[in-house]
């Protein structure tokens, strides 16, 4: 069964030898045997805890809008490398009236993010198309902008006493793979699997063994995607021609290298290494 408490403060968070237990604003204390932080990147349950966590700064900011355009998209993802980051047209569902939507996660220099923030629509406007071209045609409407700060960050470890890590909490990377979401699936997904695993041995949740497990099948993997992306971002923000040449160089190798292109498709899609049984659909 599962107590749902949307919207709730939790003023008090406490683990003992024998359980865990969070006290919410209006008073109430929930028990349970397991504490788990699934509260993104400015995780209170995580510092609370003390975990250490090592982390930069990009100087990137997304700039995030939604955009109608004149042809579908057909549900294809489509990133454009720029020195200053990458440029991502996101497939979304066609509005009601028929017309195509996508996302668009624009990153630029931090320095340059508050003056794109304030272009008018039309000026906007007018520097997406410069970007992405006629991919999509002609764009008729872009949506509220709003923006990310873009950062990195790892937790040394991803639990502690009655306490796992998932998602955004533990690993914190650069969108410019899309994988930061693939990883917190697979965190859940496997804390689901060890857990089911374990319960029906006769441990309860918060079982150290169990959550040792975790951090076992969790830790290299997340660390693993952490370094890739780092190191993407920072190939892909050399400036100059002779390092462009060398980038085109390598994806072309890929696109004509059927292995290496599938490897690199199941990588972004999130479908290698050990996967937990929730996500093998
Ligand atoms: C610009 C941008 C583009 C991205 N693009 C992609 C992409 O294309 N593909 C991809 O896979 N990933 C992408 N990501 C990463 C992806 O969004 C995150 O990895 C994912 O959302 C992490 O999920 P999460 O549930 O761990 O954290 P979050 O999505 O941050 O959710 C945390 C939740 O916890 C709640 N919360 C926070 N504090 C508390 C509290 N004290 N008490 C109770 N609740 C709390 C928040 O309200 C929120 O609902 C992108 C990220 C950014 C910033």
């Not at 195509?100 to 794109?116: F, I, M, N, P, Y």
């Not at 951090?215 to 952490?226: C, H, I, P, Q, T």
């Amino acid at each position: 069964m599962i107590a749902w408490h949307a919207k709730s403060e939790i003023t008090r968070r406490e683990r003992s030898a024998h359980s865990v237990s969070a006290t919410l604003a209006d008073g109430q204390t929930l028990h349970a045997n397991l504490m788990i932080a699934a509260e993104g990147r400015g995780s209170p349950t995580r510092d609370e805890a003390g975990i250490v966590i090592a982390k930069w700064d990009y100087s990137h900011r997304a700039i995030i809008a939604g955009l109608t355009h004149e042809k579908s998209h057909e549900q294809v993802a489509w990133e454009i490398f720029y020195s200053a980051g990458p440029f991502a047209l996101l497939p979304m569902l066609d509005l009601p009236d028929g017309r195509h939507r996508s996302a668009l996660v624009w990153t630029v220099d931090e320095k340059d993010a508050a003056g794109t923030l304030k272009l008018s629509d039309r000026a906007f406007l007018a520097e997406v198309e410069k970007r992405m071209g006629d991919i999509f045609g002609s764009i008729t409407s872009v949506g509220p902008r709003s923006s990310y700060p873009l950062g990195f960050h790892h937790t040394a470890k991803i639990v502690d006493h009655r306490l796992a890590l998932v998602g955004d909490a533990a690993h914190g990377i650069h969108p410019i793979a899309g994988q930061g979401l693939n990883l917190g699936l697979r965190d859940v997904g496997a804390l689901v699997d060890v857990l089911a695993d374990g319960m029906r041995l006769g441990l309860e949740p918060g079982d150290a063994q169990l959550l040792d497990k975790y951090e076992k099948w969790r830790g290299l993997d997340s660390f693993m995607v952490a370094l890739a992306t780092d190191g993407l971002t920072r190939l892909f923000g050399i400036p100059g021609k002779t390092a462009s040449a060398i980038r085109r160089f390598g994806m072309a190798g890929v696109q004509r290298t059927p292995v290496l292109k599938d490897w690199f498709m199941d990588e972004a899609r999130g479908v290698t290494g050990d996967m937990p049984e929730l996500l093998k659909a």
